[in-house]
């Protein structure tokens, strides 16, 4: 190994001797140079090779290259490039090559190779990189795109392109994207040959269509198209061509070929009649011809041409909307309305005609609801569109159509709760709260989808009342949201927005808050751990801290257990001066310690900075003790780490 290793610095000393030289590279650094590389020899030379070891290397030699550019440009000598310079990048290539051919599988050191390669300017290498790469990593199309990209648009070669491509297709005749980028690269061939004719000056009289060449005219691309469809005969495929022909003007005849194979072949399949359609809104199927009377003429050029892109857009987008049209009425299928749908989208969001485009798009929109054919997204859509329209009257049922198609979307729930609370502000008719003096509260039924729930004013808050019996009704849409959804995090939202509405209606809605809080204490722990924080904050601020420790000392010791209402009870308490503050913030950490102490050290350390501040100092080694014995492991070191920085000042 040795000797392998000082062979090799041996042929390196020529360099170094004449970059220290010409004063690029000092005595010390030299001596830097040869002690480094030593060591990455005798690392890459071991038995058991290993890739770090020549990424290292690589990235050492690479460094000293970009250095020794910076000590050229600084002291402006440009000589010895060819003994210094070049020795070291050949030196790189040389270390890549190793490692790629030990190494096969990691790609991105072969595309590190590549990059390499372009900075110092070696083509022909990363044409013979690329042949190893694809050789063994054949079954990457990314891989054969990215290496007839280079071909065609770097090293200026498109039999280079054509050759690699035809050959990605032979391990890979199912891949798209090699059929669709063959296509592509010879239309870009023709194209560039016909400008390289118009620069030299060849005019196109001077070859007629029998001796005009099969190149020229682009048969190498029809090829590649019916190649691709005999493989691959589906209707996106088709459409997917027909996106790059069209940007060729000279491949008019192609695209007509294109458009004829899947009008003919795909004609009851939803991508054909959506091509038609949005080719008509193109133009590419109509040629409107706007003739104007001696009654339509104005004066104003900009008027003018305003109403003749007005008339224009009219009749390709009526053109567009009858292709659909006749497109669901043969197929008629979810997609089909959905594709209808997506182009109106698109035309909305760019046209500027938007008082053509918006009433056939809520048309067509109540259509689709009608058969059941609105996915998430479009009900979104359409929602949005009737607020923006203003349109109050409609919007109910859209709401409900969407609740009855998508019932576990809480997004639908939400917004049908919203809008009936707006509707409730609007029309006193029709309130919120339903008011039935001196009748019998109705009896909760959950088994139907109608469920409500009427609550009778406590005796406690009898004084805050202005007649004897009052009952208070919440919306239906709640039990429908809580029925369809369930227990989950998907139903918390439903009831967060319910009591976040009715604390903020306030004194009115207190007995429906108060229902609703324990009829979520009923609910699994996703539901009631996250209420009963906020029941508890809504009792301290409407019937005060007394009430508030009251129904602390209730729930704090019924399972599930909650870290955040100790925590929140703790905080209610802090704001307040009561005398029994101390005892009863104590209280609220002894069963946060209990119960959740055996793996949160902050909650210990919280309790004692609580007594070392406010409370009794002489308790702290208790809390401590008690500390010890619940925590294991790191959290235990983190809290001892903790103490002893608090004990010492360090820490606060």
């Not at 046209?351 to 979104?380: F, M, Q, W």
């Not at 950490?589 to 055996?598: E, P």
């Amino acid at each position: 190994m040795a000797e392998f290793v000082e062979l090799r610095l041996e042929e390196m000393l020529g360099e170094l001797e004449q970059t220290e030289r010409v004063g690029l590279f000092s005595t010390e650094e030299v001596r830097s140079i040869i002690k480094r590389r030593r060591d990455f020899e005798y690392k890459i030379q071991r038995f058991k090779k290993r890739k770090e070891d020549y990424l290292k290397y690589i990235q050492y030699e690479i460094s000293i290259y970009k250095l020794l550019k910076l000590r050229r440009k600084k002291t402006g000598y440009s000589f010895k490039k060819e003994e210094i310079d070049h020795a070291i990048s050949n030196r790189i290539g040389t270390l890549f090559r190793f490692c790629v051919f030990r190494f096969q599988d990691d790609i991105k050191l072969w595309l590190s190779y590549v990059d390499f390669c372009k900075q110092v300017n070696w083509t022909n290498r990363i044409s013979k990189i690329f042949v190893k790469m694809l050789a063994v990593h054949n079954d990457k199309p990314y891989l054969w795109l990215m290496a007839a990209k280079w071909e065609f648009e770097e090293n200026v070669s498109a039999e280079n392109a054509r050759a690699i491509l035809l050959r990605g297709l032979q391990f890979l005749p199912q891949s798209k994207e090699l059929y669709l980028e063959s296509f592509r690269l010879e239309l870009l061939f023709v194209d560039r040959l016909k400008k390289r004719k118009q620069v030299l000056g060849v005019e196109s009289k001077e070859l007629n269509e029998e001796t005009e060449d099969d190149v020229l005219k682009g048969k190498l691309a029809q090829f590649i198209y019916s190649a691709a469809i005999e493989k691959i005969p589906e209707s996106r495929f088709i459409v997917q061509f027909l996106g790059i022909v069209k940007t060729f003007t000279f491949a008019k005849w192609l695209e007509d070929i294109i458009m004829n194979d899947l009008i003919t072949n795909h004609s009851t399949d939803e991508h054909t009649w959506d091509t038609l359609a949005r080719r008509e809104i193109e133009g590419r199927n109509y040629q409107a011809e706007i003739v104007a009377g001696e009654d339509s003429k104005v004066t104003v050029e900009e008027e003018n041409t305003s109403q003749i892109k007005l008339a224009k857009f009219s009749v390709r987008f009526q053109n567009c909307c009858d292709t659909y049209e006749k497109g669901t009425e043969v197929i008629g299928t979810p997609l089909m309305y959905q594709l209808y749908l997506g182009t109106l989208l698109e035309l909305r969001n760019q046209s500027k005609h938007l008082n053509i485009v918006i009433p056939r798009l809520y048309e067509v929109l109540e259509v689709a609801n009608d058969k059941g054919y609105l996915t998430e997204s479009l009900y979104e859509t359409w929602i949005c569109l009737t607020k923006d329209l203003k349109k109050w009257n409609t919007l109910d049922h859209i709401l409900a159509s969407a609740t009855k198609n998508f019932p576990k979307s809480a997004k639908f729930w939400l917004e049908r709760l919203q809008s009936e609370f707006d509707v409730n502000l609007l029309d006193s008719s029709n309130a919120l709260f339903m008011i039935d003096t001196g009748s019998e509260p109705m009896q909760e039924d959950r088994s139907v989808v109608d469920t409500t729930v009427k609550y009778s004013e406590d005796s406690e808050d009898s004084e805050d009342s202005d007649t004897d019996e009052v009952t208070y009704e919440l919306p239906k849409v709640f039990w429908e949201a809580v029925k369809a959804l369930g227990d989950t995090k998907e139903s918390l939202q439903i009831w967060q927005f319910l009591s976040r509405h009715l604390i903020e209606k306030g004194k009115e809605a207190r007995k429906a808050v108060q229902k609703l809080f324990d009829e979520s204490l009923k609910r699994k722990p996703v539901i009631s751990k996250v209420l009963n924080v906020t029941y508890l904050e809504w009792t301290f601020k409407v019937k005060g801290l007394l009430k508030a420790r009251e129904l602390y000392r209730k729930l704090a010791i019924q399972p599930p257990f909650s870290l955040e209402l100790h925590e929140k009870m703790i905080l209610l308490e802090n704001k307040t001066a009561d005398k029994d503050m101390i005892v009863n913030v104590r209280y609220g950490y002894d069963c946060a310690c209990d119960q959740f102490g055996k793996g949160n050290p902050n909650i210990w350390m919280s309790y004692v900075r609580f007594e070392r501040v406010s409370g009794d100092p002489m308790k702290i080694p208790g809390i401590y003790k008690r500390a010890q014995q619940a925590l294991e492991g790191d959290v235990a070191t983190h809290f001892q780490n903790e103490f002893v920085l608090l004990s010492t000042g360090s820490c606060k």
